[in-house]
């Protein structure tokens, strides 16, 4: 059974960098995309970005010049900087595997940025 | 303001049928076939309903269906159930830069 489990900083000031990580425990951690998603208080979801297995990134373009995730195949984990951040990106941050079909998703970090 | 558009919710009663539409552009929804469909209960992650447009993952009950017409998609919930309340998001391709999009999300009320 597929389990992503994730981490981090739930509380931010203005300017801090975010910082996430998402475990995989069971199954492949090759040959899959693993996405990062936000979702503000009471909003829709928000593609961030996703890493292939081999490093290779995709990311939202609004988001772009502050995001980056990177991968750790040893410890079948990836993670989501996100610099710079303002209220604006407080947000629930989910991780998930897959690009086509995200089958698999971390509980959640909710994330607040407050002064 | 969410790329792809969707009704702010939609309600059924036990039984019936519901549709939800999911409208984006020639850009997204009408020029892949990679929509996908999330439900999420409150507080929870969500879960993988449709993928592929009309594709269900195992587990997934018969009565979720999705399809596509020019660049609206839509998922169809039949023999509505007390437990499908929940919010429902729709996903699209959306190219090479712009990757993906979700919609607004859409509250789905059993009455």
């Known amino acids: 059974q597929v389990q992503l489990k994730q981490w981090g900083a739930g509380l931010l000031k203005p300017s801090e960098t975010l910082s996430l990580t998402c475990a995989v425990y069971?199954?492949?951690?090759?040959?899959?995309?693993w996405s990062w998603i936000r979702q503000p208080p009471g909003q829709g979801l928000e593609w961030i970005g996703e890493?292939?297995?081999?490093?290779?990134?995709n990311f939202n373009p609004s988001l772009k010049s502050r995001v980056t995730i990177s991968v750790d195949t040893s410890k079948n984990q990836f993670s989501l900087k996100l610099n710079s951040v303002t209220a604006a990106d407080t947000a629930v941050y989910y991780c998930a595997r897959g690009q086509f079909q995200r089958d698999y998703w971390g509980q959640g970090t909710l994330v607040t940025v407050s002064s | 303001q969410s790329a792809l558009t969707q009704p702010r919710s939609v309600s059924g009663s036990p039984g019936q049928s519901v549709t939800i539409s999911c409208t984006g552009t020639?850009?997204?929804?009408?020029?892949?076939?990679?929509v996908s469909w999330y439900q999420q209960h409150p507080g929870k992650a969500p879960k993988l309903m449709i993928y592929d447009v009309t594709k269900r993952p195992s587990g997934v009950p018969d009565r979720f269906s999705g399809s596509k017409s020019g660049n609206t998609a839509s998922l169809t919930i039949s023999g509505l159930q007390a437990e499908d309340e929940a919010n429902f998001h729709c996903?699209?391709?959306?190219?090479?830069?712009?990757?993906?999009?979700f919609g607004g999300g859409t509250k789905l009320i059993v009455l």
């Open positions: 020639s850009s997204d929804v009408g020029g892949y076939n990679y």
């Open positions: 069971g199954g492949s951690f090759s040959g899959y995309f």
């Open positions: 996903c699209s391709y959306a190219g090479t830069y712009t990757h993906w999009v």
């Open positions: 890493i292939y297995h081999s490093g290779r990134t």
